[in-house]
Every structure is written in C-alpha cells, then in structure tokens.
C-alpha cells in the first residue's frame, strides 16, 4: 500500500469538516466509497496507527484524529498504540 | 537597488495565540514583541516569509520542494487556526523579481499564483507587525516530506535570494522571516504519552542556539544532516526554513537572541546590521 489514498483521506477530515463529522457519526459509511486496501481500511477502523505510520501515512496528518476522537482515538490511546512503530522506508 | 535590512528566526506554534488568550503575554507574546520592537526600528517595506506548509497551501498531489508565491494578495490562515483572519497584500514585483534571478542562477522554484498561508507563516506575523499591514512574500520549503532539501541547499537558496535582492530595481527595505523549530515530533513514534506531540532532543537545540549566538553558520550547515534532523523529531526539519535565513542575511551575530527555550527548544533571534 502506498498510504497516498490514507494521507488524502486525512487530509479531507482536515479541511472539509462535513465530511469529518460524517466520519465521526459512522466511520465505516462514511470510507465506504474510498479506493482504500482491505488493509487500509481495517487498520483505519480499527485505528491501528502503528500500522499505518509504518506504512506510510504522514504523521501530522495521522494526528488529526485525536482532535475529534475518530476511529476511536483518543491522544492517551494513540500515544500508546504508535509508540514503538518503526519508521516507514 | 533594495537591501536587507534585517533577519528574523523565530518559532511558528498554532496554538500560540490560544495559550497566550488563556495564559497571558509570558513569555511568549513577550518575546515576539521584542522581535516587533526591532522589526519597527529598520522600517522594512515588506518582508520576505520562509516557512514550511503543513499540508494546507499544498498536499501530496503536488509538495514542492521550493515554492514562491506571486499574487496580488493572500489570506489566512487558511488551517482553522485560532487566530483573526488577515487578508496580506502580496510585494508580487519582488516576488517575480526573486523568481527570475533564482530560476537563472539554478534554483528553480514552483509558482502558485493563487493560495492561502498557514499559521507558520501567520502566527509570527500577527505578533511582530501591526496588523500584518507590510506586504509579504511567502517562499515555502519542504521540511515535512521526506526527502527534504539538504541544509546546504537551503543556505545556498538564502544566498541566491539576498543577491536576488540586491538586482531589485527601487529602494525596498527587505526584511526576511524564517520560522520553525528545532526539536518536534508530532504523531510519531518519539511523542509523550497523552500527548500528541513531544520535544524529543533538546540538546540538539541548545546546540543550534550556541551556534547561532556565535555566528557558526558554517558549522551548523554541516552538522544539520537529514540523520540528525529526524533525530530531533520529524518536525525537526524546519531548520530548513532558518537556513534559508542565514543564506539570506550573511553571517552576522544576532542584535538580539532570546535565552533558550529550555522546555519547548525555541528560538527568537534578530540580525540588524544598522
């Protein structure tokens, strides 16, 4: 996977607040639509950020979710979940 | 033919404007006035902003390494900071002028003639000059997506600017704002727990700070290898931007530093040479 459509995903979330709030209410709908892998897209709802992180995904964009607590992150729980991740190639 | 009349580094926090509504002018606000105070005193005609865009001029369709902005204005900031919005008048003959030089002397920068600013470039304007009145013009550097322009490349593209600058027809006064930290990693591995960011090598900062306090540009230019850099977070990219800065201005001791930020490892300095 080459994280581009997870960075643009985060990106989205970022800027078109609509659409972040769609995330927030239903998470899985509101992805359905994108041409994510099987893989991005259970680590996404899972909110498997070390995955993702070493997979590609840009990590300020990453970051965005605690401030909304998608995915079911929190900044406690992200902390925990990427600390050890191994920087991407 | 226009100069430089001065140099700014400073950090470029989004959340500067809410920590200082909530917890007063210390030290930050303090010390940005101290930056505006100097800034006042060479009466600069615009100011030439070097920053890094965090995904919100540009994304991953299209990241340039080096970028200029030429228009007639901009607004911002343009990433839902907590801050009023100005909208900036753009010095767009400097900014063609710059461009130019700089394709002809080997550094061939990207042009967006239409574009918001983020709060790198926003935040330190809003506390340094009234009511971001001075005509800007913004230059942007990858210092987020690996791979990062080398050190030694930026201080070379601040070299070809101030000579850019020199060529300008007119009297402009230029003053040049480079903006960024030293030490940061947001949402990787190196951040605290609880917390969605963390300054992971102060030493490293400290470190740049003596370098600059004694002028060791040089120095620090070699020092500052992409290795070390991430070492320092990966945000610690954004010397990049000081670099620019210090290819600009010359190597000059600062007029005025800042002591150390010894929690968050910034740094405020001022070059004047009047």
């Known amino acids: 996977m080459s994280a581009y459509q997870v960075n643009k995903l985060c990106h989205r979330i970022f800027h078109d ?27 996404l709802l899972a909110g498997d950020v070390k995955r993702l992180y070493e997979r590609g995904t840009h990590p300020f964009l990453l970051s965005h979710f605690t401030r909304w607590d998608l995915f079911g992150l929190n900044a406690a729980l992200y902390a925990e979940r990427i600390h050890g991740a191994k920087d991407p190639e | 033919m226009a100069e430089i009349v001065a140099g700014i580094g400073v950090p470029h926090s989004p959340h500067y404007p809410a920590q200082i509504a909530r917890d007063g002018p210390e030290p930050t606000a303090r010390v ?104 800007v013009v913004p230059i942007w550097v990858n210092a987020f997506v690996a791979p990062l322009p080398t050190a030694r490349r930026c201080y070379a593209l ?58 060791q540009i040089d120095e620090l230019v070699a020092e500052a290898t992409p290795e070390r850099m991430w070492q320092a977070g990966n945000i610690g990219g954004e010397l990049l931007n000081w670099m620019v800065l210090l290819g600009a201005i010359g190597t000059h001791k600062p007029r005025y530093i800042a002591d150390h930020d010894d929690k968050d490892g910034h740094a405020y300095a001022v070059w004047r040479w009047d």
């Open chain 2, 158 to 215: 601040g070299k070809t600017l101030r000579s850019a600058v020199e060529t300008m027809p007119g009297k402009l006064r230029v003053a040049v704002l480079g903006s960024g930290s030293f030490s940061l990693e947001i949402g990787g591995p190196k951040i605290n727990p609880g917390k969605r960011n963390s300054v992971p090598d102060i030493e490293w900062s400290k470190h740049i700070h003596r370098r600059l306090q004694n002028a």
């Open chain 2, 32 to 135: 940005y006035r101290e930056i505006a105070r100097h800034l006042d005193a060479v009466q600069p005609d615009t100011i030439v902003v070097i920053a890094n865009d965090h995904f919100n001029t540009f994304f991953m369709n299209n990241f340039p390494t080096f970028a200029i902005g030429i228009a007639d204005t901009t607004f911002g900031p343009n990433d839902q900071t907590k801050m009023p919005h100005y909208d900036l008048n753009v010095q767009s003959a400097l900014a063609r002028h710059l461009r130019n030089v700089c394709i002809k002397e080997g550094f061939d920068l990207a042009v967006t003639q239409e574009f918001g600013i983020d709060h790198a470039m926003l935040v330190p304007l809003h506390y340094i000059t009234e009511g971001v009145k001075t005509p």
């Open chain 1, 17 to 43: 607040i609509p659409f972040r709030e769609a995330v927030k209410r239903d998470p899985e709908a509101a992805i359905a639509d994108w041409p994510l892998t099987d893989e991005e897209r259970k680590a």
